[in-house]
């Protein structure tokens, strides 16, 4: 196991958002404390971190060498909540910004300019925090994209009013080539990017219930060999366990961030 592999990056890396628009690129955790951060996934699980391209305040993590998610010590520095959020695909930023707010979207940060893109921070009309990206994506993207270790889950009020929204925004069913699909099963919606499923939609959050875990959000969950440890891990370095199945497991980290590891036999 060599958490610690990189490659040099190439022409062949580099992939642009406008390759995969629609469709969930990233995910990243703000953080007040990187070095605690870490030292937490770590231990979690078994991630290691190195510098990000973006700079001294952001890390990229590991698993097996693989780049599995984000982590941006900006959390006291910008004012942000601690949180994991999804970074979905974008052609061109500040279109997708206005698209969200004609839709009663709100924007929280951005769009920024960092070196390899932009980003911008939002929120739908159900209060679920969400990002987007446009330019270059991280150097082994389409690793991460391959092995799958991370996926979402919106938990929502309506997953069908939430599937429009979403769609109007990130061009989905759009029919324009590349264009991430949307499939209806039963009571939830599938998204699917290059016949992948990337994300699902669940109907059934409540918008004030003093929980906030179940209100309106974006879920992260991260694909593990073993629930148990993991949990158990959590509960050892200051993090807490909200609920704990066989195969899956939702957890919170000691600065409150909520995410999900799901057992890969689930996957």
């Not at 993090?239 to 996957?267: C, H, K, M, N, Y």
Request: aromatic share 10%.
């Amino acid at each position: 196991m060599n958490h610690g592999t990189t490659h040099s990056s190439s022409a062949t890396d580099v992939v642009l958002t406008r390759s995969v628009f629609g469709a969930p690129c990233w995910v990243s955790l703000t953080s007040r404390d990187l070095d605690a951060t870490q030292g937490f996934y770590g231990a979690v699980l078994g991630w290691r971190c190195r510098r990000a391209r973006l700079g001294d305040h952001f890390r990229t993590a590991l698993a097996d060498g693989v780049p599995v998610a984000g982590i941006a010590g900006v959390a006291a520095m910008w004012q942000m909540a601690v949180a994991w959020t999804p970074y979905f695909a974008v052609t061109d930023a500040d279109e997708a910004v206005a698209r969200a707010q004609e839709r009663c979207g709100t924007l929280a940060v951005g769009p920024i300019s960092f070196p390899p893109g932009r980003a911008a921070l939002l929120a739908d009309r159900h209060g679920a925090t969400f990002g987007i990206w446009q330019g270059k994506l991280v150097t082994e993207w389409e690793t991460w994209r391959q092995v799958a270790p991370t996926f979402i889950t919106l938990h929502t009020r309506d997953a069908f009013d939430a599937a429009f929204f979403y769609g109007e925004i990130l061009d989905w069913a759009s029919g324009l080539p590349g264009a991430c699909e949307v499939e209806y099963a039963g009571g939830e919606v599938l998204l699917r990017s290059q016949g992948d499923i990337v994300a699902r939609i669940e109907s059934g959050s409540v918008e004030t219930p003093p929980d906030p875990s179940v209100r309106p959000h974006w879920q992260v969950h991260f694909a593990v060999a073993d629930v148990g440890p993991c949990a158990r891990a959590a509960e050892k370095h200051g993090g807490s366990v909200l609920e704990e199945g066989e195969q899956e497991a939702v957890l919170r980290d000691p600065d409150g961030a909520q995410f999900t590891v799901t057992s890969r036999r689930l996957r």
